[in-house]
């Protein structure tokens, strides 16, 4: 697994049709090789029933959109995370507004992602949650305005107080918790904005799984981050 360092931008595939069993590996070979060319971090998290064939397919870290608060047992249904592990993931995300937890269940799935060596992105709908959040140390906390997310209205331009605020909030907690923002980036200039108000990552999905052109699109998102770094 590559090394992360931002700029890093986590694309989560959803249940998009685009993005399901070949669709997922396509996309992920796109990322990858946009990654290599311009040495941006990138994340692809596919669907649960594409993470061993994605993870054999391309080298840049591969999450899971969730894992279950459990450990080995009788648990139908669920995801453990040692099944998330042995597909090849490298980490997970957690707590996203699709898929909400409650705080003490995210601690011990917290404790469960470390016990087997993954890391995890937690999900927060505003900036009390990523404060809290960041209190737990998982490796990175992203807030997610709910209501903006798939909307194209993104965060970074229309909130810009949530994103500085999560920033502030989060590193105040802990240095070395990584804070992402997500929901509506979908352009460059959403993507610069959030790296100058001072992100590490960005989280997005429809506007690239779904973009015309997906490789144009990711190579102008990490040029732009790139610049926005440069804070």
């Not at 694309?11 to 796109?30: H, M, P, Q, W, Y």
């Not at 999450?63 to 592990?85: C, M, N, R, Y």
């Not at 709908?125 to 194209?152: C, D, F, M, Y």
Request: glycine share 8%; with cysteine.
């Amino acid at each position: 697994m590559k090394f992360l360092k931002p700029p890093i931008i986590t694309l989560n595939f959803k249940c998009f049709l685009e993005a399901t069993g070949d669709g997922a590996v396509r996309l992920s070979k796109i990322a990858e090789k946009v990654s290599n060319e311009t040495g941006v971090s990138i994340v692809v998290c596919p669907q649960h029933t594409d993470l061993y064939r994605v993870a054999s397919s391309v080298d840049i870290p591969v999450f899971s959109q969730h894992v279950d608060p459990i450990t080995p047992g009788s648990w139908t249904g669920h995801i453990l995370p040692e099944a998330v592990k042995a597909a090849g993931a490298s980490g997970t995300l957690l707590n996203h507004s699709e898929f909400r937890l409650k705080l003490s269940d995210i601690e011990f799935a917290l404790s469960r992602i470390n016990e087997v060596g993954l890391i995890a992105l937690v999900c927060a709908n505003n900036v009390r949650v990523a404060s809290s959040l960041a209190h737990l140390k998982p490796w990175g906390v992203a807030v997610e305005p709910p209501e903006l997310i798939g909307t194209g209205m993104a965060v970074s331009k229309v909130k810009p107080e949530v994103v500085s605020n999560a920033v502030s909030e989060v590193k105040g907690v802990s240095r070395d918790v990584l804070v992402f923002c997500g929901a509506g980036i979908s352009t460059a200039e959403d993507a610069y904005i959030a790296f100058k108000l001072g992100v590490e990552g960005i989280l997005l999905a429809s506007a690239y799984v779904k973009a015309k052109d997906p490789e144009s699109f990711l190579r102008s998102l990490c040029e732009a981050s790139l610049k926005g770094l440069q804070r």
